[in-house]
């Protein structure tokens, strides 16, 4: 007799954007397709969360460089070489000129990402998706399906999540200039992946406003 039991091998993969939604938002277990990486790792040599949901981005190397000066002119090779600086970082910060870890997604915005209604935590909605929007180590679908969980999220956990966000921000930033071209590709898939995000939300909103009229006409017309 075959055992009705699915395959442990084969769980049930997580909701993906246009997947419905339970009402009262998504169970917080189903947001991560692999558990994520801590962040504390990213500077050590595992790039944190980067490969956690990702899979495609890959490892930092263990890094003990300083970080990239602020943009703007650089200083002479000499003195960048007497604040620590190699010839590494100094050719790849003429590369990148004004990049900087967190450059491109500072540039996008958070319009039409809409914040499902959450009555037992608070927030500033749109410091919490800057922080999403800004992750290199959350996939496009991983940030979909924590936005749609934010109901059933507890206050606790809506602070951590900031916390390790943050961190995040903060780890990266903080590595030498020699990975400032692989950060500055993978915030460019990241902010791609964000419009992506937003567009799928206008598309569910128009749907959602077609089925909100048929509804009206049907109703005014008695069926």
Do not use: C
């Not at 075959?2 to 009402?23: K, Q």
């Not at 800057?130 to 109901?151: H, M, N, V």
């Not at 590709?185 to 992506?196: I, M």
């Amino acid at each position: 007799m075959a055992d009705p039991t699915p395959a442990a091998g084969n769980p049930t993969p997580p909701p993906r954007p246009g997947d419905p939604v339970p009402d009262g938002g998504l169970d917080p277990t189903q947001v991560f397709a692999a558990p994520p990486t801590p962040p504390a790792s990213m500077k050590a040599g595992a790039a944190g969360g980067a490969g956690a949901g990702q899979g495609d981005d890959g490892a930092v190397p263990q890094d003990s460089g300083p970080p990239p000066p602020p943009p703007g002119a650089l200083p002479s090779d000499a003195d960048l070489k007497a604040k620590g600086y190699d010839d590494e970082d100094i050719r790849i910060l003429k590369e990148v000129k004004d990049f900087r870890f967190g450059t491109i997604t500072s540039k996008l915005n958070n319009e039409k990402i809409v914040v499902p209604a959450h009555p037992e935590t608070t927030f500033d909605h749109d410091q919490f998706l800057t922080l999403l929007r800004g992750s290199i180590s959350l996939t496009r679908d991983e940030k979909w399906r924590i936005i749609q969980a934010i109901p059933k999220l507890s206050q606790f956990q809506i602070d951590e999540l900031q916390k390790i966000l943050e961190d995040e921000k903060r780890k990266f930033s903080e590595l030498s200039p020699k990975h400032l071209l692989q950060l500055m590709k993978l915030e460019q898939k990241h902010g791609e992946d964000w419009k992506d995000l937003q567009s799928f939300m206008v598309q569910k909103d128009a749907k959602n406003q077609e089925q909100a009229a048929a509804d009206d006409i049907r109703k005014q017309l008695g069926l």
